[in-house]
Each structure stands twice: as structure tokens, then as C-alpha cells.
């Protein structure tokens, strides 16, 4: 990874190499932390936060599942993230916000456990690379199954669920694919190991509902928006396993994998990217880029002054 120079670490900018946990910490051993991954985008103004508040609920949101009490509220952690982007001078970068259980207990009762706080952010291109974005990439539909609603939360981004993510990210690279696609337990279609999926049919675009244990995507909202905007009909339906590999286009969304076109999903060509997912893109990219009317409510910019609406 690209190092930058400081981490925010309950509450202070410490160097990057002493933002150190002890080795007994209850989310080291339990996956009991929440987390969040966020993008700063360069702009005319400068770095500029994508949706920032949204990210900051979701972090809050997913806490208050594990009945985690976060010890800063949702302005110093916005100013944190923004202090973190400055000091550190970089003009984009992804930003990783964790609250984690510390070090002080043991056991599965994770209350006593003290709330740590961290925000890191550094440079990080396209996830899943620029010829991804470009021409698209193959994937793979996983043999685990994205976990149940009633096993693990899956609208809460917490550590430990990512278990499961990783069980089917590592198969579907060492069977020669770049990403899984996860079923849930009743077999329909759920998300990418860490995106939400969308596919377009006769000019329709469907996206698994929020109750087919996915991540409730903040790239998710921006796109069904944006196709809105655009006068294309979103539905949140459930999406058959065929159904992919028979759609006019799919494509996945996510903060680390932006807006990536499938071009191929277990070996039926689904072709190059179509019509519907570039013009998605284009627009996406356009907005991060502050270029954009819908800039202005999206983009929290890092020069202290926020919001371009403001
Ligand atoms: N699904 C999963 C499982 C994820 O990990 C992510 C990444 N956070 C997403 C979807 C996309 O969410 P977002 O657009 O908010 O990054």
C-alpha cells in the first residue's frame, strides 16, 4: 500500500507507523469493528470527500448494531476525515474510517471493551484496475453463499462479515476471475465481494432489494439516482443466478471499485461495455470530478468551507 504520513487516532494526528494496537484488542480476535471506505476526488477546488455525511451514518448506523458507542459525534469525525486528507496533502485518496473493540476484556461480551477510533486515508487507484473500468471484468459466480440477514447483519459494514467476502474474493482469483458474485441463502443474486450489482435488460435496470443481504451501497443510491435522472426505470427486484448471464449488461458499484462494467461472468461472454453502464459511468465521473451540477450536494470539499452548495 502507498503510505502517507499521519493516521487520526482517537482524536489525535499521530505518524503513520505508531498508529499501533495491542495484540489483545477484542476486535483483533472477534471482528468486532465497524468500518468505512470513502473517496476524496481531485477537483479545481481540491480534494473533495464523496458523500461524506452518508458514510459518516453508515459508520454510526453500523455501530449502533453492535451497540457500539462511538466516543466522537458525527462532526468531529466528518473534521477528522477532513484533517486527516490535509495533513497528509494528498489531492485523492480512498480514506478508512474503523471503530474497533479495544484492548481491556476478553470473551464474547464485547461491551466493556473500550471504542477505539482511527481514520487513515492514502492513494489508491482503480480496485479493480483501469482496464477494468475500461473494458470490463470477468467474474465469478461464488460457491460460498453471501451471508443471511438473520446470520449476520449485512447492512452493517462490521469487520467480521468480511469473512465471508474474503472466502469468496481469494476463489474467484485463484480460479483466474477478478471478482465473485454472491448468492444468498435462497440462491438469488446479492452482491459482488465488495460492490452491489446492477443489471440492465431491455432498457430496465434491476438491482437485488436491500432484504437480499447486501450492503445498502452509497454508490448503489448515487447510480439508481443517476439512472433516474436519466429517465431509465430502476426496479429493486430479485435477480436469478441466469438471469446474469443472459442480461444486455452488468456492472458493479462500490466507493474502492467506482463504476466497473462485467464483460464476462463464469465464462459466458457478456460482450464490451454497453451503452447504459458508460453513460452511468461518464456521469459518475463526472460528478466526482466536481464537474457537475449534482457536484455541489455530493462533494464535501477538504478546503474547510464543505458543501459547494453551502
Ligand atoms: N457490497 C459490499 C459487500 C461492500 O463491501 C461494498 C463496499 N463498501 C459495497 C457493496 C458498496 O458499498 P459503497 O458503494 O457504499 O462503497
Known amino acids: 500500500m502507498q503510505e502517507s504520513q499521519k493516521i487520526w487516532f482517537n482524536g489525535e494526528l499521530v505518524d503513520w507507523h505508531d498508529a499501533k494496537v495491542h495484540v489483545l484488542s477484542h476486535g483483533l480476535h472477534y471482528g468486532t469493528s465497524v468500518f468505512e471506505g470513502i473517496r476524496a476526488y481531485a477537483t479545481d477546488r481540491g480534494p473533495a470527500v464523496f458523500h461524506l455525511d452518508d458514510h459518516i451514518a453508515r459508520l454510526e448506523r453500523s455501530a449502533q448494531m453492535y451497540y457500539m458507542d462511538l466516543p466522537f459525534d458525527h462532526a468531529t469525525l466528518r473534521d477528522a476525515?477532513?484533517?486527516?486528507?490535509?495533513?497528509?496533502g494528498l489531492e485523492s485518496c480512498y480514506i478508512r474510517p474503523i471503530a474497533f473493540r479495544g484492548y481491556g476484556t476478553m470473551g464474547l461480551y464485547p461491551l466493556d471493551a473500550p471504542v477505539d477510533v482511527a481514520i487513515a486515508c492514502w492513494e489508491w487507484g482503480a480496485y479493480l484496475g483501469e482496464e477494468g473500468l475500461k473494458n470490463g471484468i470477468r467474474a465469478k459466480v461464488a460457491s460460498w453463499r453471501r451471508i443471511g440477514n438473520n446470520t449476520i447483519p449485512a447492512t452493517a459494514k462490521a469487520g467480521g462479515?468480511?469473512?465471508?467476502?474474503i472466502l469468496?474474493?481469494?476463489e474467484s482469483e485463484k480460479t483466474g476471475y477478478q471478482e465473485a458474485i454472491l448468492l444468498n441463502e435462497q440462491g438469488y443474486v446479492a452482491d459482488g465481494s465488495g460492490e452491489n450489482i446492477?443489471?440492465?435488460k431491455n432498457g430496465t435496470i434491476t438491482t437485488p432489494p436491500v432484504a437480499a443481504s447486501i450492503l445498502e451501497g452509497i454508490t448503489r443510491n448515487t447510480i439508481i439516482t443517476l439512472a433516474t435522472d436519466a429517465g431509465i426505470p430502476v426496479r429493486e427486484h430479485n435477480i436469478g443466478r441466469s438471469e446474469i448471464y443472459f442480461a444486455d449488461e452488468v456492472f458493479v458499484t462500490g466507493t474502492a471499485a467506482e463504476v466497473c462494467p462485467i464483460n464476462e461472468i463464469d465464462d459466458h461472454p457478456l460482450g464490451p461495455p454497453g451503452p447504459v453502464t458508460r453513460q452511468l459511468q461518464e456521469r459518475f465521473f463526472a460528478i466526482t470530478a466536481g464537474k457537475d451540477p449534482r457536484s455541489a450536494?455530493?462533494?464535501y470539499y477538504a478546503d474547510g468551507k464543505g458543501t459547494g452548495a453551502a
Do not use: E, G, M, P
Not at 476525515?81 to 490535509?86: K, Q
Open 81 to 88: 476525515v477532513v484533517a486527516t486528507i490535509r495533513v497528509n
Open 168 to 170: 469468496a474474493k481469494i
Open 297 to 299: 450536494d455530493w462533494l
Open 198 to 200: 446492477f443489471v440492465v
Open 161 to 165: 462479515q468480511y469473512l465471508n467476502s
